[in-house]
């Protein structure tokens, strides 16, 4: 296996994973791996995490956009809580940590295109997202309602009215009401039950005008 032979199987690829060389070249996984490490320090490739990797800019045909790997690093995946959020602009940061839900085992990765954190949730929790697109690659993120769930379901304490308003949630019209009660009463959460109450009392006075949501 020489480098020419992998940019010409994965040039076109964003990454890549161990799997795909093993399944490719006749070598043997221990010495792709090794030889792997070697292109990393060298600069020919970056890994994403192990086992994961894609080839410098240099080499690399197609882009590599953050939010598409979020769901490629860790599966099943998809992004939700506070990125998700920010995506759209439903607070008024752009949140740069990938936070994405999972029911498989937390997990965490750093890496040079970001930093991206897997927050466990149960798997009949795991629904309410779609597709989006960006730079022509499509990934999966929660709907607004899910985000919102999926955020205060994962930040423990009591979501207030106090704590709720602290979020300076905004553009609440592009929540729907129904949607977040109906997808609240999967959790079987009294606790998120609450929040989602206190919540549609916000953006009521925010229709109304007597609050900034």
Known sequence: ???????KLVGAMPCFDLALLAQAFDDRREAIRVQLSRWMKQGKLIGLRRGMYTLSE???R?????????????????LSGLWALGHYD????????????????????????GVFDYRNIKQNCFFGFSSAVVGGQEFLVAEPEKALLDHWHLTAGEWTMERLDEMRYQHAARVDAERLKLYAQRFRSPRLDRAVQRWLRLAADAEQGTVAL
Do not use: H
Not at 90 to 113: A, D, G, K, M, Q
């Open 1 to 7: 296996m020489n480098y020419g032979d992998v940019v």
């Open 62 to 78: 197609a882009p590599l956009v953050p939010a598409v790997l979020a769901n490629q690093l860790y599966r099943p995946s998809c």
């Open 90 to 113: 439903l607070i008024p940061e752009r949140v740069v940590r990938f936070t994405s839900v999972t029911p498989r085992v937390p997990r965490r990765f750093e890496n040079p295109f």
């Open 58 to 60: 240099t080499y690399r």
